[in-house]
């Protein structure tokens, strides 16, 4: 078989050129698919091994791809006695929009299994020097290092193949690996067709992952230039990785960050906002996109953002349910208002959000995952007094947003017309197959809430997500928390569960550095935006099948559950086991992905991408 | 006797505490006596619901979270006690949160912050706790009905203060609180 067959029929845009691994005698360079996470030995990472994974190493990267995208592939250098080398990748002229980025991949040991699996990607200039054992990573035995790379393919290139190359000196030789890349006709939507939320807790954390850009400024890092670069650049990696960044600025008794909201003075009718520098050095790059001036994306504002709007935030609780409740509110509201439509910033979804819940003490009912339907009660007073606040057309986007669980169902309908943004537990969202549709059909953003996976699960395990967000017709989804990589991320990994970036200070870099799960997560994105701009011409639901038969061998009903009985009861009588039993069967469709079964529904979009004109 | 114990406990402070700290503890004291005075704790006794109690100390393997998503509260005694201790906590001069504490029936081992505030502030609250084990002073201040200052943890100043109910029982107790050194970000989450 031929590696232009073997691309075609195995790994769409990843052709590969077998290479007994017992041949590797010499320092030399091979290629892996994205979704083959190589391990320093020598391997492939367990989680990602197939019965051909071995077989999954190649002399040569073959990509194929769309245009305005990255294509990505593992590059690794293997070594058969410690010693140095350089390495670096190249295009030819004929190349020159391509743009190639090469990151040193970091084997994090996972304390949970005692393996190593490569994520952190650290950013490379080129030459790299380094040699193997890697002196950081300190890995006994260490025989592989692995990079990652990405090509990225502006919307302007012309289709065809070009050409590049990696090149490894050591030991005083050198060897190359040549990278072909196919770029199709077909360009891939400026829109993302899913929108891939990244979430946070406050910006105490930033102090602790960067403590020699914090120490540096002591006492004022929470108001210096150097702080809010450093909340752009989260922005930036997301973004830059077809993401959106989520900070949430207030805690669930309604403590507010300074940098989340303007100073208030006064109060009852009095109350009114004093002072917004530090919200508008905040948000102001974020509002107006000039925080995303370089990216390859082009800079535009960013999609949504939470608003400090809390019970305590801006009218204060002491007054609730009283006429001071309301002039507070309405005042500082109106002000918020005026002020974004004044700046022009009118393109960000602003959200009002109620984060707390009732164990944690702050506030007698749930704002998060209502479970009780009297708390309802308190959505419909606040959608009164946004209404009050807010004038009639304005240009400025509010939203009312509900993270929705146990009483979704009830929510629905009892909230129409009050909240208009949806996050939705992806259990009961489960046996509600009408519910997006629905949704979107009288103007409501919907999406699901979810979590990372940790790096010990098969590289492919975050391709689900937004796979299934496309798959239910919603219009985004959340990981909950991405920005927490644990005590240890380095030496003593919790496994990510919480992190898809890490902090890049300890490589010299005072800026967030991406993950590999991130990337995969990207070009997965990529992949549903092009499949789904093919919908002119093919039926949404004939690609959905497609696409799900090639993805787990499901059809389009198994994406969804029963809806089960308990469903009838008052949620108050629901458990949360019986809850997770009810989600099982959509559940386990997904529980045990074949580790190359994003590659053939990359296939599959690749084919019909080629025959676009 | 009771008079004796607070002047002394008062003089006690003054002997360690820095004088910015000295003068937070005294008027945090004043905070926690009108406390005592002010709190209505029949109201605190209604705040959570039997049900959410039962559910507090159940554990269960496949449901990790089913304690708190029983955890509910009459919400009309919740804000009106609430609304209380946030009027006591502008009794300061500075930033304080008056937090309500009660001891759970039949646990008297464990007690549980019921009511917090808008500073997020605590020295004894791990965060997201339904319950935890008693804290010593709690229990001197639940057994004696006499105010008790804290500073264990280093700027912290916490003063703890007895809640009556109207038959004469000690059924919750307050702590007014602060730190002398802020932490704008802490808890913001």
């Not at chain 1, 609780?317 to 700046?343: C, I």
Request: hydrophobic share 40%; with cysteine; net charge negative.
């Amino acid at each position: 078989m031929s590696w232009l067959n073997l691309a075609r029929t195995v790994a769409l845009a990843f052709a590969l050129v077998l290479l007994p691994s017992s041949i590797a005698r010499a320092a030399e360079l091979q290629a892996l698919s994205e979704y083959s996470r190589p391990d320093p030995f020598g391997g492939v990472v367990t989680p990602d091994v197939t019965p051909d994974a071995h077989g999954h190493f190649a002399r040569a990267a073959m990509l194929e791809t769309a245009r305005g995208g990255y294509t990505s592939f593992h590059l690794v250098v293997k070594m058969p006695h410690p010693g140095p080398y350089a390495l670096s990748l190249s295009m030819d002229r004929e190349a020159a929009g391509l743009q190639a980025d090469l990151y040193r991949e970091w084997f994090h040991f996972v304390d949970s299994d005692k393996h190593y699996y490569p994520d952190a990607l650290i950013p490379l200039k080129q030459p790299y020097h380094s040699q193997i054992p890697e002196p950081d990573n300190r890995i006994p035995n260490q025989t592989v290092q692995a990079f990652w790379v990405d090509i990225w393919i502006p919307r302007q290139a012309q289709p065809g193949t070009y050409h590049g190359r990696a090149t490894l000196e050591a030991d005083g030789k050198a060897s190359e690996l040549p990278i072909e890349v196919k770029v199709l006709a077909a360009t891939i939507p400026d829109e993302d067709v899913i929108t891939m939320d990244h979430n946070s807790y406050g910006s105490s954390w930033l102090a602790g992952d960067y403590p020699n850009l914090s120490r540096k400024r002591s006492d004022a890092f929470f108001r210096s230039n150097e702080f809010f670069s450093l909340i752009h650049a989260y922005h930036r990696i997301f973004y830059e990785n077809h993401g959106e960044f989520h900070q949430l600025g207030y805690g669930h008794a309604g403590k507010v960050g300074p940098e989340y909201a303007p100073d208030l003075e006064g109060s009852g009718r009095r109350r009114h906002i004093s002072n917004w520098e530090l919200y508008d050095r905040h948000y102001g790059p974020l509002f107006d996109g000039s925080a995303f001036s370089e990216s390859r994306r082009g800079a535009r504002p960013i999609p949504f953002v939470y608003l400090p709007i809390n019970p305590e935030w801006p009218a204060s609780f002491l007054n609730w349910s009283e006429p001071g409740y309301e002039a507070e509110f309405v005042n500082v509201v109106s002000e918020m208002e005026s002020h974004f439509r004044e700046k022009g910033w009118t393109r960000t979804y602003l959200e009002v959000f109620f984060n707390h819940k009732k164990r944690y003490m702050g506030f007698p009912w749930d704002g998060d995952e209502v479970r009780f339907p009297a708390d309802n009660r308190y959505f419909l007073e606040y959608g009164r007094l946004l209404k009050k606040a807010l004038p009639a057309g304005t240009p400025v986007k509010f939203v009312f947003r509900a993270d929705a669980s146990w009483d979704m169902e009830k929510q629905f309908g009892e909230l129409a017309g009050v909240v208009n943004m949806w996050v939705a537990a992806g259990d009961v969202l489960s046996w509600l197959p009408e519910a997006p549709e629905m949704l979107r059909h009288r103007g409501d953003i919907i999406w699901y809430y979810s979590g990372p996976p940790s790096v010990a699960s098969p590289a492919v395990t975050i391709t689900r997500f937004p796979m299934r967000g496309w798959m239910w017709g919603v219009q985004g989804f959340v990981h909950w928390q991405t920005v927490d990589g644990g005590v240890d991320p380095w030496f003593h990994f919790n496994g990510g569960g919480t992190a898809l970036v890490y902090p890049g200070e300890r490589f010299g870099i005072e800026e967030p550095i991406p993950s590999v799960r991130l990337k995969i997560q990207r070009n997965c994105v990529q992949d549903l935006t092009l499949l789904d701009s093919f919908s002119h011409r093919k039926p949404i639901a004939e690609l959905k099948s497609d696409a799900a038969g090639l993805y787990n061998h499901t059809s389009l009903a198994d994406w969804w559950n029963p809806r089960p009985a308990f469903a009838n009861k008052p949620t108050s009588d629901w458990s949360g086991t019986a809850l997770g039993e009810a989600t099982r069967p959509a559940e386990s469709h997904l529980e045990k992905l074949d580790p190359s079964a994003w590659q053939k529904v990359r296939q599959y979009i690749l084919r019909l991408a080629a025959e676009e004109k | 006797m009771r008079l004796l114990l607070i002047i002394s406990g008062m003089i006690l402070i003054a002997g360690v505490l820095p004088g910015a700290e000295r003068d937070m503890a005294r008027e945090l004291d004043e905070v926690a006596r009108a406390a005592t005075v002010i709190v209505d704790g029949d109201a605190c006794q209604r705040i959570v619901t039997p049900r959410a109690l039962d559910y507090m100390f159940k554990k269960d393997p496949r449901d990790q979270w089913v304690d708190g998503d029983n955890y509910e509260v009459n919400d009309q005694a919740f804000i009106a006690v609430k609304k209380t201790l946030i009027r006591l906590s502008r009794l300061a001069p500075f930033p304080c949160d008056v937090n309500l504490w009660m001891p759970i029936a039949g646990h008297p081992d464990k007690v549980r912050v019921v009511i917090r505030n808008a500073h997020e502030i605590s020295q004894f609250w791990p965060w997201g706790k339904l319950y935890q084990d008693m804290i010593p002073q709690m229990k001197q201040v639940l057994d004696t009905g006499r105010r008790m200052t804290v500073t264990a943890k280093p700027g912290w100043i916490s003063v703890l203060a007895p809640v009556h109910n109207s038959l004469g029982d000690i059924v919750a107790l307050v702590e007014a609180v602060s730190q002398a050194r802020r932490d704008a970000h802490e808890n913001v989450k």
